[in-house]
Every structure is written in structure tokens, then in C-alpha cells.
């Protein structure tokens, strides 16, 4: 019997956020990276039930096409194009790729991988891997994407990024991640900075989200130090959140939805800190 402290959970129809929005419609095209597994696999899932013209991104095309098979199953439609976000050739030729499919007016960056090390012991070859897939590669997705964004009917466009607690705060052994995620915030300001009110950026910040890259570290957690996954989710992983349970990838995306959609026209280089009462509470 499945664990469902361990276990990514099912999205159903019932779980996505729809709003009304003149924007979420077939014309206008929502990129999402990291599309095959977690978070972004749950907000393309929820950028094609609101109507938009969804792409994701994904280096793993196995889960990909799974993603794609999932939208299809709740009665929508995405597209999938394999790409590598530490090569710039890959991101230009999806970028490309998806111009012909409709007005560019959605870019969500989500795709990540962590490494967890010591500052004394840190592998530099993973630190620029890091880098380049978590903070290069949605610095270069903005540059391709906001001229289209520019040139559409009214000049309007979007730009979410997945930030962390860890931008608010730093836990050891996560260097490249605290600085790749503290990153991100200037990145969403810079944007919003230059985007003139039409060209909007923000992030969200969470603690831990029911994805593989979290729930697979829990067995471990609990071997290594004895205790039980109940005990490793409520006491090691969620111990400063006032809410003592993992949030949902549906629940992330529903926030990327709400931060494209009519209703957070005022939400412009901010960021949507949704962790439970981890960071402010005491």
C-alpha cells in the first residue's frame, strides 16, 4: 500500500484553478520548463485547462509525452518539445519553435535540480550545471521571449518564476541553491523594472512541494536517522512551517494562474510567499 506522505499526488480536473481571462485563450502561448515531473508538469496542466496554448519543456521526453498524456486525458492539449535548458541552441530553437504556434504572452521557469554539499566540498561542474539550468537559462528564455511579448496585440506578457523559501533565508549544504534562488528575485525585478508596467514578472516561494525531487529523500531521510517518514515530513522537513504538510504541485501552479491572469494586473516584480508560516512566523 502507497505512502501518501511519499506519494505525487493526482491532479484531477476538480483541483485546477480556472479564471475568465480575455488573455487565456488559444491564440496566446504559455512556455513551461520543466514540464515532465512536479510543479511543472502541474502548471501546464493548469495553463492548458485555462484555455492557453501550452508548451512545455522538458530534457527527460519520456515524462514529458507523459505530461502530454495527462492534459489529454482532462480534455486539453499541450505540446512538448525535448529540450536542454544548459544549451542556448536548444532554448533559441524552442523558442523558434514555438513563435509559430501563436502570440508568446506566458513564460514560466520551474525546471530545477538540487546538490547538497558542504561550501568546503561544493563540485563547481555541478554549481554551473546549477547555474545554467536555474538561472541562465530563465535569464535567456526572458531575452527571447519578451520582444514577442513586445510585439503582440496589446504588448503585454508575464514572466513567473519557481523561487524558494531558500531566496528568504539559507539552510547549509545548499549554497548553489540558496544563491541560484536569491538570484531569481533579481531577475523577476530587473524584468519588472524594464517592463514598463506591460511586461510583468514575479515569483513564488514555497517550502517543500509534493514533487520526486522532495518526496524521494524522505526513505532516505528516515533510514539514516531512525526515525519514521511521518516523523522526517512533519519534524525534519516541515519543523518550522506552521502547516505540517507538504504542499501539492497543483497548488503551485494555481498561483502561477493567478499571478498571469486579470486579477494581479499590481503584482510586478514581487514575489507570492506561500511556505505555511515557515519564514514569519515564530
Do not use: W
Not at 515531473?37 to 496542466?45: D, K, N, V
Not at 513563435?99 to 561550501?119: E, P, R, W
Not at 531575452?143 to 503585454?156: D, V
Not at 503584482?267 to 511556505?275: E, H, I, R, S, V
Amino acid at each position: 500500500m502507497e505512502n501518501d506522505l511519499i506519494t505525487e499526488p493526482v491532479i484531477k480536473k476538480e483541483d485546477v484553478l480556472v479564471l475568465q481571462d480575455y488573455n487565456f485563450n488559444k491564440t496566446n502561448v504559455c512556455i513551461v520548463t520543466g514540464a515532465g515531473t512536479g510543479i511543472g508538469r502541474a502548471t501546464s496542466i493548469a495553463a492548458a485547462l485555462n484555455n492557453l496554448t501550452t508548451i512545455g519543456l522538458d530534457i527527460n521526453e519520456g515524462e514529458g509525452r507523459k505530461t502530454q498524456q495527462m492534459v489529454s486525458d482532462l480534455g486539453s492539449e499541450m505540446h512538448f518539445i525535448k529540450t536542454d535548458l544548459s544549451k542556448d541552441s536548444d532554448l533559441e530553437s524552442a523558442v523558434e519553435q514555438v513563435s509559430y504556434l501563436g502570440n508568446i504572452k506566458y513564460l514560466v521557469n520551474i525546471a530545477g535540480i538540487q546538490h547538497i554539499d558542504s561550501i568546503e566540498k561544493f563540485p563547481m561542474e555541478k554549481y554551473d550545471l546549477m547555474h545554467r539550468i536555474m538561472l541562465r537559462a530563465p535569464l535567456y528564455l526572458s531575452k527571447l521571449t519578451i520582444p514577442y511579448m513586445k510585439k503582440s496585440e496589446n504588448g503585454e506578457g508575464v514572466i513567473g518564476n519557481m523561487a524558494s523559501i531558500h531566496s528568504h533565508m539559507c539552510t547549509i549544504n545548499k549554497a548553489a541553491y540558496n544563491i541560484i534562488k536569491s538570484g531569481l528575485l533579481g531577475l523577476t525585478r530587473s524584468i519588472a523594472a524594464e517592463g514598463e508596467g506591460k511586461v510583468r514578472s514575479f515569483t513564488i516561494s514555497t517550502g517543500y512541494v509534493k514533487t520526486p525531487l522532495a518526496l524521494k529523500q524522505i526513505p532516505a531521510q528516515a533510514e539514516q536517522r531512525g526515525i519514521t517518514i511521518e516523523e522526517v515530513v512533519k519534524d525534519v522537513m516541515m519543523g518550522k512551517s506552521r502547516i505540517k504538510e507538504m504542499m501539492p504541485p497543483i497548488d503551485v501552479a494555481n498561483l502561477f494562474m493567478f499571478g498571469f491572469s486579470k486579477h494581479s494586473r499590481y503584482l510586478n516584480g514581487n514575489d507570492l510567499l506561500f511556505d505555511g508560516g515557515c519564514i514569519n512566523t515564530y
